[in-house]
């Protein structure tokens, strides 16, 4: 939410500007003077938590002849803010309001870093402590608030909440050249994967980590000061019903903390699983609860109808937001202008958001994490099928002719198996493989060969690869997906598009499921305890107890996606063609014969290519022509 340069001589205007859609509530800057240079901070401000004035940012506290102030811009929430205060308060800190915000700085004057390990919530923020000359940036542990980082040419370190916030900053020409390392990332699984950015370099600060500089961007130190959230172990039946307990409890503490807000919050209602629980819950502490659930008029595609039926049976005011086709056609030019990396999802994030602020919310909890941590996907089933298929096809090398035969029947399935033979074996390659978009040899064919850091199969960082591969080498198969998908999908598209998007249209979105404690908590459990038999996510419907409506286990598991087939092939298809044909593909040196290739292979319903392929190519070229992007 703020961009610093530790130099002087920054148009406040234009940073601000690049970052005004995040925060609508207020906005501030502030230079700060240390020992060895200058920092600078700017801020636009969502306000959640505090409205009043004494909640302004950039904050500072302590500023005296004998203490220099010290400054924060931060986003996000921190949770069990009350309790650190409560303490803070015995220790004869006094506050002059009621932000998060102000305890993060009363709480480093007490402890100094190592209030870090205290914090639980969502943020991102920046610290500047002249005293110590020194400037702090920290990330939650799951890096659900987002801080990107950039060290201009003319010395010293940017930090901006947006990828496209650096294009209006001095000596940051980089961020406007696309790393051919993400593109292969990017079409390779729809996503920019790991923590480098999409244009060149941009990385991200990663989850759980603090960085220190001094006041020239000078690096002190680089830590983590999280510990891990994944180390699954065996366990025994008769165990469940005390952990059954455990998360009954945890899930009560998530919920009720990340319910408080100075304005009003309800939560996104959909007929799943994962969002009922969080309703289920809500329901019981908050008699007032609000829920919002999304009608669309392509009916396939609506649950409005079983959302409703769901809110009736717990006592919940629900509101039905009906969203058309047609209308979101012709407002999909605003969702490319405030997309920060390209992606193939989040289209429904937005708008989503917008409906849930027209709606008078300003904070919505989501059940982005339930799948993850629960075991939701079908990729818990897939990803072990293929592993066991991948041996098979090594052995007996029929894979070509399997997919050929995949291709021929016009089948994706048979299609992918044959395919398993080629990618890395275990469950990280068949996890790459299980969510890849566009195949080895299309990607090589549009990028040509990637750089040595980069595995020419999956499209993914080596770094990222081995740091998996390492990661679930002690654990069970359920284990092992959940943490490639908390890991990779979660943390690379999930949670950027769903900050991203929410924030631009003003609206906060809270994950409760990523809870720190309840993350540790329910990761290590047996992977036999989180299988889909004899019914989906056991571990969560049995912790919320008698209340969960079970008649919605037996539903098809349905998310709310956009018919992108029906609408390339039909309304969209001219929009879509004239973005493909489009003079940018030269401009970063994709060949437009592939591209061509690609779209007359959806025509043809050829299995190895799908809307998605056709909606990754035309976010591409949306972002390269709005950003002015090159490669």
Not at 511 to 531: E, S
């Amino acid at each position: 939410m703020g961009e610093n340069r530790l130099q002087a001589g920054i148009s406040i205007e234009g940073v601000l500007g690049a970052i005004s859609h995040r925060g609508p509530d207020g906005k501030g800057a502030k230079s700060i003077q240390g020992k060895s240079g200058k920092a600078f901070f700017a801020h636009s401000r969502l306000s959640i938590i505090d409205t009043s004035s004494t909640g302004a940012q950039p904050m500072v506290v302590g500023d005296s002849p004998a203490e220099p102030g010290i400054t924060i811009t931060f986003n996000g929430e921190i949770y069990n803010f009350l309790q650190i205060k409560e303490e803070l308060s015995g220790l004869g800190f006094r506050f002059s309001g009621g932000s998060d915000t102000e305890v993060i700085l009363q709480a480093y004057r007490a402890w100094g870093p190592d209030f870090f390990f205290r914090l639980r919530g969502m943020f991102a923020f920046a610290l500047a402590d002249p005293g110590r000359d020194t400037v702090f940036l920290a990330r939650d542990h799951q890096g659900i608030k987002p801080l990107y980082l950039l060290s201009p040419s003319q010395g010293g370190l940017s930090f901006a909440s947006e990828v496209r916030a650096f294009r209006f900053l001095p000596g940051s020409e980089k961020a406007r050249r696309i790393s051919r390392d993400a593109l292969h990332g990017f079409f390779a699984q729809g996503m920019v994967l790991g923590e480098r950015s999409f244009v060149e370099g941009v990385e991200e600060l990663g989850p759980g980590q603090c960085l220190a500089l001094d006041f020239t961007g000078r690096q002190k130190f680089r830590t983590t000061f999280t510990g891990p959230v994944q180390n699954g172990h065996s366990g025994k039946w008769d165990e469940r019903p005390r952990a059954i307990d455990s998360i009954r409890e945890a899930l009560g503490v998530s919920v009720g903390w990340h319910l408080i807000a100075d304005v009003p919050v309800g939560i996104f209602l959909s007929a799943g699983i994962d969002s009922t629980a969080l309703a289920t819950i809500a329901s019981e502490s908050h008699p007032d609860l609000r829920t919002v659930s999304i009608g669309f008029d392509q009916k396939e595609s609506d649950e409005s109808e079983e959302a409703a039926s769901i809110a009736a049976q717990l006592g919940i005011r629900n509101e039905v937001v009906t969203l058309r086709a047609q209308s979101i056609l012709a407002d999909l030019d605003a969702v490319f202008a405030v997309m920060d990396q390209p992606t193939v999802d989040g289209f429904n994030t937005f708008f989503v958001s917008r409906a849930a602020r027209q709606a008078g919310l300003k904070v919505a909890l989501s059940g982005l994490g339930g799948d993850e941590l629960f075991g939701g996907y079908a990729s818990f089933r897939d990803v072990p099928r293929a592993q066991k298929i991948s041996w098979l096809a090594r052995i007996a090398g029929i894979g070509r002719l399997v997919s050929a035969t995949g291709r021929l029947l016009r089948s994706r399935f048979l299609w992918k198996a044959g395919r398993t033979g080629f990618y890395p074996p275990g469950f990280a390659g068949m996890y790459f493989l299980r969510r890849e978009l566009f195949s080895t040899e299309d990607r090589l064919d549009l990028l040509g060969n990637p750089s040595r850091g980069i595995d020419p199969v999956t499209g993914a960082p080596l770094d990222l690869l081995e740091t998996l591969t390492s990661q679930i080498s002690t654990l069970d198969p359920e284990n092992s997906v959940g943490l490639l998908e908390q890991q990779v999908y979660m943390r690379n598209m999930l949670l950027r598009d769903s900050d991203v998007f929410s924030m631009a249209n003003g609206l906060e979105i809270r994950v409760p499921f990523l809870d720190q404690d309840l993350m540790r908590l329910v990761n290590p459990m047996p992977g036999i305890w989180k299988r889909p038999k004899p019914k989906p996510k056991a571990l969560l419907v049995d912790a919320v107890g008698a209340r969960f409506p079970k008649w919605i286990l037996g539903r098809k598991k349905r998310g709310f996606t956009f018919p992108w087939n029906a609408w390339f092939r039909g309304s969209m298809r001219g929009f879509a063609r004239e973005r493909l044909d489009s003079n940018i593909w030269q401009k970063i040196q994709i060949p437009k014969n592939g591209v061509d290739k690609i779209w007359q292979r959806f025509e043809q319903k050829d299995p190895s290519v799908t809307a998605l392929h056709v909606l990754a190519l035309v976010s591409l070229a949306e972002m390269v022509e709005r950003q002015k992007l090159s490669l």
